[in-house]
C-alpha cells in the first residue's frame, strides 16, 4: 500500500493551459439535491467549480431551483422533472442529496442505461444501489465509488473491522472495475490493483457535507480529463490539505466545509509550489 503524500500529488497535477477556455475544462451535469437536501446540491457544485471544472450543471427539482439562483449564479440548471440531454455532459456525478424515492431511483438507471464514461456516484446513488445490487453491474468501467464505512457495509456487507473493509473494496473494485474511495480517519483508494491511504485531513470533516464536497471536487478532476484513479487521489489528498488549511483561521470544532471549499485555491498554490 502507499502512502500518499504532497510529493506524490506533485507528480500528478496538470498545469493549467494558459489558453484554454471553459470548454477545456468540462461539461460536467451533477444529480443532487432534493427538498430539505438542496445543501448538499450547492455544497458539492461550489466544491466542483473550485476545483477547476469548466461548465457546470446541476440536476434539481425545479420548486428548489431559487436556492441555486442566489447562491451559485456560476452554475447552470436542469430540471429533475425533465428529460435528460445525455450527450451535452462530459462528466456525470450523482448522489449527494438526491434521494432515494422512485424519481432518483429512475434517474440513476437512465444515467447507467445512457451514460458508459466514467461517473461518480456517493451517498443516495449509493443506497439506490444497496437496495437493487444488481445496478452495479452496469456500472461503467472506471467508474468512482465515495462511500464512508456505514454506505459501504449498506451495498457490500456488514464488516466489523476496517482492515476487512479495505480487503473487500479490494475485491469488489477488480470485480467491477471501479475506483473505490473507502472514506474515514485516513482515507483508503484502491482500484483492484494498486492501493492508496490519504495523510491529509482532520476531525474537522467529521461534518455533514464534507463528502458532497469530496463529489465535487473528484467530479472536476475528472471533467479536466485525469485518469479516475488519479482523480480519486488528487481529490481525496486535495480536500483533505484544504481542510488543515482551514485550521489556521479555525478550530476542529468550528471548521465548516464551506470554509474548507473556500481554502481548495490555497491548497493548490500549496502543491503548485
Same mark, same amino acid.
Not at 456560476?74 to 422533472?81: G, K, L, N, S
Given at each position: ?23 477545456? @475544462? ?19 457544485? %461550489? ?51 438526491? &434521494?432515494?424515492? %422512485? ?28 437496495? *437493487? ?17 456505514? $454506505? ?30 473507502? %472514506?474515514? @480517519? ?10 492508496? $491511504?490519504?495523510?491529509? &485531513? ?8 464534507? &463528502? ?27 480536500? &483533505? ?6 485550521? $489556521? ?13 473556500? *481554502? ?5 498554490? %500549496?502543491?503548485?509550489?
Amino acid at each position: 500500500m502507499i502512502v500518499v503524500d504532497q510529493k506524490h500529488i506533485q507528480k500528478l497535477l496538470k498545469k493549467r493551459d494558459s489558453e484554454a477556455t471553459k470548454w477545456s @475544462h468540462g461539461r460536467v451535469l451533477i444529480f443532487a439535491g432534493s427538498k430539505a437536501k438542496i445543501g448538499a446540491a450547492i455544497i458539492a457544485t %461550489k466544491a466542483c467549480l473550485r476545483a477547476g471544472a469548466g461548465l457546470v450543471t446541476l440536476n434539481i427539482p425545479k420548486k428548489e431551483r431559487m436556492a441555486i439562483f442566489t447562491t451559485i449564479p456560476e452554475a447552470m440548471i436542469e430540471f429533475r422533472e425533465e428529460k435528460t440531454n445525455w450527450d451535452t455532459f462530459t462528466v456525470f456525478a450523482i448522489g449527494p442529496g438526491f &434521494g432515494i424515492d %422512485k424519481l432518483a431511483g429512475r434517474k440513476t438507471e437512465l444515467l447507467l442505461d445512457n451514460v458508459k464514461i466514467p461517473c461518480v456516484f456517493d451517498a443516495d446513488a449509493l443506497t439506490i444501489f444497496s437496495k *437493487n445490487k444488481l445496478l452495479l453491474n452496469q456500472l461503467p468501467d472506471k467508474s468512482i465509488l465515495t462511500p464512508h464505512s456505514k $454506505e459501504f457495509d449498506r451495498v457490500f456487507g456488514n464488516h466489523s473491522l476496517e482492515d476487512e473493509r479495505r480487503q473487500t473494496a479490494i475485491e469488489k473494485a477488480k470485480e467491477l472495475n471501479v475506483v473505490l474511495v473507502l %472514506k474515514g @480517519h485516513k482515507t483508503f483508494i484502491t482500484d483492484g490493483v494498486n492501493n492508496f $491511504e490519504n495523510n491529509t &485531513g482532520n476531525s474537522g470533516l467529521a461534518k455533514a457535507g464534507s &463528502g458532497d464536497a469530496l463529489t465535487g471536487i473528484i467530479t472536476a478532476l475528472l471533467a479536466q480529463e485525469y485518469e479516475p484513479i488519479n482523480a480519486a487521489l488528487i481529490g481525496v489528498y486535495i480536500h &483533505g490539505l484544504a481542510a488543515d488549511i482551514t485550521l $489556521e483561521t479555525q478550530s476542529v470544532e468550528s471548521m465548516l466545509i464551506t470554509d474548507v471549499i473556500e *481554502n481548495l485555491g490555497k491548497a493548490f498554490q %500549496k502543491i503548485q509550489k
